[in-house]
Every structure is written in C-alpha cells, then in structure tokens.
C-alpha cells in the first residue's frame, strides 16, 4: 500500500516569499490533514478536511496560511508572505473516515527554512 | 485546552534494558490516546493506540497502559535495540473528547539505545 506522499522533503525560501506544499494522501482516505511541526516539539494541527470541505481550520493563520484540498484528494498549503518563524516541518497526514479508532498515517514532511 | 507533556525529554541507555517513556495530559475526557515514533528526517509511524475503555494495549515488545483518572500514559519497551533509537510521542484529543485526528502531541522523547 502506498503511503502519504509529500513534496518537495526540503525548500529554503527567503522571508517574505511565498511557498507551496503538496500532499498525496492514501487512496481512499477522506481526512487530510496538515501538521506544523517547530523543531523540538511536537506536531501542531493546522488544519483538517474531510473530502474537500474543511472541518478544523481554527488554529490556521489565515493572514499567510491558506490550503485547499480540491476534489477531495491531493491538498497544497501555501504560505504568502513567509516569516522566519514559519521554518518547520510540515507534515500531511491521512485517515480513512476519520474515526476515532483509525490510525492516523503521516508522510515523510516537508522541511521548510525561511532565511 | 489540552497540554500533553512527556518526560523525560532524552534517554540514553545501553543495549537491552527495559524502559519507561512517561505522558501526562491534563484533559482527561478523551477517547484514546496514541504513541508514535518518529525517525530522523521522516514522518510519524503510529505504534499504539489505547481505546479510553482499555488500560493497555500491546505490541511485540512495546506495551502501552493508560490512567485516565490519574492522566498519564506510559510506554514499556522491552529489552531495547539500538533500532530503538528515535523519538517517542505520545498524541491525545483535543479537549472535549471529539477526536477526529485532531490530536495534541507531547513534545517527544528522544531515545538512544547503544550497543
């Protein structure tokens, strides 16, 4: 089974440029979600789909962050204008309905360093 | 809000010890609580996840036991392999108990295991 496929692994990008991420998840899954990740600490939500409606996005920064996941499978989250607090790891991840006792099922991320 | 914390932050033990990675949470309506690892410059791999209804859940020689009343969660690893070596999360829902991915993650512990 082919997992959560992400890209770029790595992007450096001065501040105030703008950057995009892209994310494959498992065939079949209907929840998506993005993870922040700050070097040291644990993953953060950013934000959560189900299809391609958004269930949670309150912990986004709407300002700079925007995502969107059309047709209810591969999803981008962009970021305009970067500041260097947004170097991180950002990680998708999937579930297949998002049930509570469903495995939540990461890709490898995208390491981003604003300069 | 819930805060998930895990101590301690680094472990560095000799080939074959057994260990105890702790997590505490302070929200303790939640319907399970997750444990994963994370390697180097990859995502997260889910390694357990405890229903609130059980007290432990086991898996070769990782075994997981949850306290929801005292808010903690421990891992167990048995006889420890230098594959061991990686960071340890432990994840739980948001506070309010609906966890539909949404979930809030320790800090990690990071653990080496020498030969």
């Known amino acids: 089974e082919a997992g959560v496929a992400q890209s770029p692994r790595y992007k450096i990008i001065e501040k105030r440029q703008s950057v995009a991420f892209w994310c494959n998840p498992i065939s079949g899954h209907a929840t998506l979600y993005w993870y922040q990740q700050i070097l040291g600490q644990g993953p953060k939500l950013l934000i959560q789909?189900?299809?391609?409606?958004?269930?949670?996005d309150s912990q986004l920064p709407k300002d700079r962050f925007s995502a969107e996941r059309l047709k209810g499978v591969d999803s981008t989250l962009k970021i305009q204008p970067a500041k260097l607090e947004d170097s991180a790891v950002y990680l998708c991840a999937s579930k297949l309905e998002g049930r509570t006792n469903e495995k939540l099922f990461f890709g490898s991320g995208t390491q981003l360093s604003v300069l | 809000k819930q805060e998930v914390t895990q101590i301690p932050a680094a472990l560095s033990v000799p080939e074959g010890e057994n260990l105890v990675l702790n997590c505490s949470f302070t929200?303790?309506?939640?319907?399970?609580l997750q444990w994963f690892r994370q390697d180097p410059g990859k995502g997260l791999t889910s390694l357990l996840l405890?229903?609130?209804?059980?007290r432990e859940q086991t898996s070769g020689r990782l075994n997981a036991s949850l306290d929801k009343s005292s808010g903690r969660s421990t891992l167990y690893i048995a006889a420890s392999q230098p594959g061991d070596s990686a960071t340890y999360l432990c994840?739980?829902?948001?506070?309010?108990?609906?966890?539909?991915?949404?979930?809030?993650f320790g800090q990690g512990t990071i653990l080496t295991v020498h030969p």
């Open positions: 789909f189900q299809n391609n409606g958004v269930v949670d």
């Open positions: 405890i229903q609130s209804s059980q």
């Open positions: 929200d303790s309506a939640i319907y399970n």
């Open positions: 994840a739980a829902p948001n506070a309010g108990g609906t966890s539909y991915g949404k979930l809030t």
